[in-house]
């Protein structure tokens, strides 16, 4: 009995074992389907990693200069006929119109009008290009802003009102609030608005 009993052990660990190498054996065979699964999800081409960065690049260029604030307007222009040459800044593009045309009260805004900003380092930092104009004196405008064209609105009438009794949109947010902005910091479309001119095609 006792020779049965130590057989029975035996054979006991004999199957325990092979349990325990056929688990181990799935478990190595499992974390490599699985590598081999994440490895491919994540593959991009190299091309498309490089041209990520390129745009990404380019927004940054044209944020630090300026230019995406001002490609609107400047197409605008161009498609009326006028000539000019700038740096493709806002600044630039500002000093341009402010010689070449007529500043306006910005009651008397009108279609293809060119609007100005000051973004906290004077008149000229940011553009817009008006699309529209109703009777109470909210104005449409589209700009360009952090790499996409929009259409915005700006009431001079209510310079710090973002909405009416019906919701809609009087002054659009130019810049987004931080919590270390200086006190005086400005956001609404009509606090910053500091010119209107009125742009005539060329003849």
């Known amino acids: 009995m006792g020779n049965v009993g130590i057989s029975q052990i035996r054979w006991y660990y004999v199957f325990n074992m092979a349990d325990r190498i056929a688990l181990l054996i799935g478990v190595v065979a499992l974390s490599a389907a699985c590598a081999t699964a994440t490895s491919q999800s994540i593959q991009v081409p190299a091309t498309q990693v490089r041209s990520a960065g390129a745009l990404h690049q380019v927004d940054a260029r044209q944020k630090k200069t300026g230019r995406v604030a001002a490609s609107p307007v400047e197409e605008s222009l161009r498609g009326r006929g006028i000539r000019f ?64 064209t929009r259409h915005s609105y700006v009431t001079p009438r209510t310079p710090y009102v973002r909405r009416d009794g019906q919701g809609r949109i009087m002054n659009t947010f130019l810049r987004p609030k931080r919590m270390d902005d200086a006190r005086a910091t400005t956001y609404f479309a009509g606090e910053m608005l500091c010119a209107v001119f009125h742009v005539e095609s060329e003849p």
């Open 85 to 148: 040459g700038t740096d493709g800044s806002s600044p630039a593009l500002f000093g341009f119109v402010r010689e070449r045309f007529a500043e306006i009260p910005p009651e008397h805004a009108s279609r293809g009008d060119v609007l100005f900003f000051d973004m906290g380092s004077g008149c000229g930092g940011h553009a817009g290009l008006v699309e529209t104009v109703e009777p109470a004196g909210r104005i449409g405008f589209r700009e360009r802003r952090d790499g996409d």
